[in-house]
């Protein structure tokens, strides 16, 4: 039985899942806009810092005020309506709730939020990536160990990329390569919030009038995005990651299983196995036709002559080789898509991609010279963008994880392009957001390898 028929069956026996949103911004209102399409789900009630905005958002995607007019948690529960506050404790502790969808896009208090609904019994999808990059494992455990399922979101690109990831290993093949598009040249990484609409093609007014926030923006542009969404993938799918950050090969929809393949067969892989990211622009600054900016994909090998054969009887586009073949959407959705994730931990209390180990991370590098005494902005600022780096050698150089990288001071000259570690900076360490990191670390952290020194 599939999702949409076990929801029409919620709808008619009026036992609807019951949600909470926390965060009704730009992607939770994309969900909001769903939620009265579709059947045997119940908002009971929404938190957000300003729940004016939010009964504004509900307004602009639809939602008739009547709905939002209960005046408890419990009174909405009873009449099948929406609550709003800003208590999002109230959400989390309410015994009728069933899900939790984390959407503030805020990494410290959404590490928070899942934690309390996980103590509460609740399912959690959480939005906020940038979370599940800081600690990701250690959130799944802390749910498991309560006996409920914490999930990435559907709609959002790294739970779209597991999903063709598993795909692919349901149907026996192996996966040499999975990640999404981007738009990327190398000097991006240097982007801050005050050149970002330049490279959008945006005026600074027009940014404003579309109340666009420049920082997010630029968490995108900088590359610190892409490398969030690529260590939450390399954890949920245990792929591995490039040793050095991500190569941002250029390429067309129609190219990528030629560049997604190992060094040695003409690719830019290291190995096979790992995750990637595709740039929409040529090394020059040409648009590439037919790009994947916006969407995933995941690129497959033909083991044997027979099914290397099958693709090219079915006019399968591959390499050269005729053995790695892509499968993609071009597009996703956002927070219009994730109802899937909702019904998925609701329904069958599996999760639509979660961090199963810690593989990867995410080091706050350098965007210029940094001096003593200067304070990080964190994620999309003026003096950090996010690097992709394997977990083992994030580790091992005790790097700084992006999602602590703000409001904290520098306490050693950093170049430009080097990644900080722990001893560059003045950590609060009393914080929980610093405890929850530390015991991720301790608990997940990849093994030291020895070399074998051979007798003289």
Same mark, same amino acid.
């Given at each position: 039985?599939?999702?949409?028929?076990?929801?029409?069956?919620?709808?008619?026996?009026?036992?609807?899942?019951?949600?909470?949103?926390?965060?009704?911004?730009?992607?939770?209102?994309?969900?909001?806009?769903?939620?009265?399409?579709?059947?045997?789900?119940?908002? $009971?009630?929404?938190?957000?810092?300003?729940?004016?905005?939010?009964?504004?958002?509900?307004?602009?995607?639809?939602?008739?005020?009547?709905?939002?007019?209960?005046?408890?948690?419990?009174?909405?529960?009873?009449?099948?309506?929406?609550?709003?506050?800003?208590?999002?404790?109230?959400? $989390?502790?309410?015994?009728?709730?069933?899900?939790?969808?984390?959407?503030?896009?805020?990494?410290?208090?959404?590490?928070?939020?899942?934690?309390?609904?996980?103590?509460?019994?609740?399912?959690?999808?959480?939005?906020?990536?940038?979370?599940?990059?800081?600690?990701?494992?250690?959130?799944?455990?802390?749910?498991?160990?309560?006996?409920?399922?914490?999930?990435?979101?559907?709609?959002?690109?790294?739970?779209?990329?597991?999903?063709?990831?598993?795909?692919?290993?349901?149907?026996?093949?192996?996966?040499?390569?999975?990640?999404?598009?981007?738009?990327?040249?190398?000097?991006?990484?240097?982007?801050?919030?005050?050149?970002?609409?330049?490279?959008?093609?945006?005026?600074?007014?027009?940014?404003?009038?579309?109340?666009?926030?420049?920082?997010?923006?630029?968490?995108?542009?900088?590359?610190?995005?892409?490398?969030?969404?690529?260590?939450?993938?390399?954890?949920?799918?245990?792929?591995?990651?490039?040793?050095?950050?991500?190569?941002?090969?250029?390429?067309?929809?129609?190219?990528?299983?030629?560049?997604?393949?190992?060094?040695?067969?003409?690719?830019?892989?290291?190995?096979?196995?790992?995750?990637?990211?595709?740039?929409?622009?040529?090394?020059?600054?040409?648009?590439?036709?037919?790009?994947?900016?916006?969407?995933?994909?995941?690129?497959?090998?033909?083991?044997?002559?027979?099914?290397?054969?099958?693709?090219?009887?079915?006019?399968?586009?591959?390499?050269?080789?005729?053995?790695?073949?892509?499968?993609?959407?071009?597009?996703?959705?956002?927070?219009?898509? $994730?109802?899937?994730?909702?019904?998925? $931990?609701?329904?069958?209390?599996?999760?639509?991609?979660?961090?199963?180990?810690?593989?990867?991370?995410?080091?706050?590098?350098?965007?210029?010279?940094?001096?003593?005494?200067?304070?990080?902005?964190?994620?999309?600022?003026?003096?950090?963008?996010?690097?992709?780096?394997?977990?083992?050698?994030?580790?091992?150089?005790?790097?700084?994880?992006?999602?602590?990288?703000?409001?904290?001071?520098?306490?050693?000259?950093?170049?430009?392009?080097?990644?900080?570690?722990?001893?560059?900076?003045?950590?609060?360490?009393?914080?929980?957001?610093?405890?929850?990191?530390?015991?991720?670390?301790?608990?997940?952290?990849?093994?030291?390898?020895?070399?074998?020194?051979?007798?003289?």
């Amino acid at each position: 039985m599939n999702l949409y028929s076990k929801l029409q069956k919620r709808a008619a026996d009026n036992k609807p899942i019951r949600i909470g949103l926390i965060g009704a911004g730009k992607f939770g209102s994309m969900y909001l806009a769903q939620i009265p399409r579709t059947p045997g789900v119940h908002l $009971v009630g929404i938190a957000d810092l300003s729940p004016d905005a939010a009964r504004t958002n509900l307004a602009r995607v639809g939602w008739n005020v009547e709905r939002t007019q209960a005046r408890s948690l419990d009174e909405a529960v009873t009449l099948g309506n929406t609550f709003i506050s800003e208590d999002w404790r109230a959400l $989390v502790t309410h015994p009728s709730i069933d899900v939790i969808v984390e959407c503030t896009g805020h990494p410290i208090a959404a590490v928070e939020h899942c934690l309390a609904a996980f103590n509460h019994g609740k399912h959690v999808v959480n939005v906020t990536v940038e979370a599940d990059a800081f600690c990701g494992p250690l959130l799944a455990r802390r749910a498991a160990e309560k006996g409920v399922v914490y999930s990435l979101a559907f709609g959002d690109q790294p739970a779209l990329i597991c999903d063709l990831v598993d795909w692919a290993r349901t149907c026996g093949f192996p996966v040499v390569a999975a990640g999404r598009g981007h738009k990327w040249l190398p000097h991006f990484a240097q982007s801050t919030p005050d050149t970002v609409w330049g490279y959008y093609g945006l005026t600074p007014e027009q940014a404003t009038r579309g109340g666009l926030n420049p920082k997010m923006f630029n968490s995108f542009l900088d590359g610190s995005k892409p490398s969030i969404e690529s260590t939450a993938v390399s954890n949920a799918t245990g792929l591995s990651v490039p040793s050095n950050g991500l190569l941002y090969p250029p390429a067309s929809v129609e190219d990528i299983p030629f560049v997604t393949r190992p060094i040695s067969e003409g690719g830019v892989l290291e190995k096979k196995g790992m995750v990637e990211v595709i740039s929409s622009l040529e090394t020059n600054g040409r648009k590439i036709p037919y790009d994947i900016r916006m969407g995933v994909w995941v690129t497959v090998e033909a083991e044997t002559e027979y099914i290397k054969n099958c693709f090219e009887e079915y006019n399968a586009h591959t390499d050269p080789s005729g053995r790695y073949f892509t499968l993609y959407k071009r597009w996703h959705l956002i927070g219009l898509e $994730v109802g899937v994730s909702v019904a998925s $931990v609701a329904l069958r209390g599996e999760p639509t991609g979660v961090a199963t180990a810690w593989n990867a991370d995410v080091v706050a590098t350098a965007k210029r010279d940094l001096k003593v005494g200067e304070m990080l902005d964190g994620e999309g600022g003026y003096t950090v963008w996010g690097k992709l780096l394997p977990a083992e050698k994030s580790a091992a150089m005790g790097g700084l994880p992006l999602g602590l990288a703000h409001d904290v001071k520098v306490v050693r000259e950093v170049k430009q392009g080097q990644s900080l570690t722990w001893a560059d900076v003045l950590m609060d360490t009393t914080t929980d957001a610093y405890k929850v990191r530390r015991e991720m670390e301790a608990m997940f952290a990849p093994p030291v390898v020895t070399p074998i020194m051979k007798a003289a």
